[in-house]
């Protein structure tokens, strides 16, 4: 019993420790092969953390390119928790073989939320689709490597608000994956949309959503093909959003039907710096990079920002 009480205690004093935390998304990266962490289901990673000068300031969403010489092109949504009204932009910082940054440059600002800059490749050509559902619509970006920059938009999907928009090419067809926006429901229905060329047109899954959970709906990465099998990275939002990745098997896809099911998850690790949660991993040759949240206790910061808040309204 007075074990109980004590667990108690504990519990409701880390409760109000974090009413005084902000929360700080960070970025990581580990030199090892995703193929084998599938095939092992296994999650036990070493990773170098980028540095981030500015405590209210957070970086998320990672995907990542890598250039012939050996260097990573990271593209990420750079926003802040703690500010109200902030919104998100893509960010490039281009990194040594060691995960050290070499350049930082602000790749796109709409004026309006941006994240989840998810990377295809067509044709010998790179694509950037970040994840604007505040603009309604999905667009792509063809990536020019000589100039670090976003060029050639086209617009994929008009008048729809899609989260995280994920794209397959399976049987020659594009498989869109994402949620749906302008709801309570942001991380639990999950919608496909289906067309024969990159560009569309993109029509429905005849079962959309094909999915309603809070674990294992919401993208959270590119797709993992090992041994011909795919799996799918999304969110398990159940305890709270960012809790943790659910790697999804796919087990049938058609224009008709969809089934997965639940092959591991991925947990945020206890001794790293960013050991609250986890939601996106993605990885190129030997390089897996995944986010992370941490706590950061500013009293007089969160404070002043909730009194703004609450004035604003």
Not at 10 to 20: A, T
Not at 180 to 209: E, R, V, W
Not at 254 to 270: A, H
Request: aromatic residues 14%; proline residues 4%.
């Amino acid at each position: 019993m007075r074990a109980a009480m004590l667990k108690r205690m504990k519990n409701n004093l880390f409760k109000l420790y974090e009413k005084f935390c902000i929360m700080q998304w960070g970025i990581g990266f580990a030199n090892a092969d995703i193929a084998q962490l599938i095939r092992n289901r296994k999650y036990d990673l070493s990773f170098t953390w980028l540095p981030i000068k500015d405590n209210i300031i957070s970086i998320a969403d990672p995907f990542i390119i890598k250039n012939p010489d050996g260097t990573l092109n990271l593209l990420y949504e750079n926003f802040s928790m703690a500010t109200p009204g902030n919104y998100g932009k893509i960010d490039l910082t281009v990194l040594d073989q060691q995960f050290k940054p070499i350049m930082n440059k602000r790749l796109l600002d709409s004026n309006s939320h941006l994240s989840y800059p998810f990377i295809f490749n067509e044709e010998g050509k790179t694509y950037i689709i970040p994840e604007a559902h505040q603009d309604n619509k999905v667009t792509a970006f063809e990536y020019d490597f000589v100039n670090n920059s976003l060029i050639n938009k086209k617009v994929l999907i008009d008048n729809l608000p899609l989260i995280d928009s994920t794209i397959l090419k399976y049987n020659n067809k594009y498989w869109l994956f994402a949620t749906l926006g302008g709801s309570n429901n942001d991380h639990s229905k999950l919608y496909i949309y289906y067309a024969d060329s990159l560009f569309g047109t993109y029509k429905a899954h005849k079962k959309n959503p094909v999915k309603y959970s809070l674990d294992g709906s919401r993208p959270a990465g590119n797709f993992i093909l090992v041994d011909d099998q795919i799996y799918r990275p999304a969110q398990n939002c159940s305890i709270f959003y960012g809790r943790s990745i659910t790697i999804n098997k796919i087990l049938e896809l058609t224009e008709n039907e969809f089934v997965e099911e639940p092959y591991m998850e991925l947990e945020s690790q206890k001794k790293s710096f960013y050991n609250v949660g986890i939601h996106t991993i993605n990885s190129t040759d030997g390089i897996i990079v995944v986010d992370g949240i941490r706590l950061v206790f500013m009293p007089l910061t969160k404070i002043y920002f909730s009194i703004k808040k609450m004035w604003k309204k």
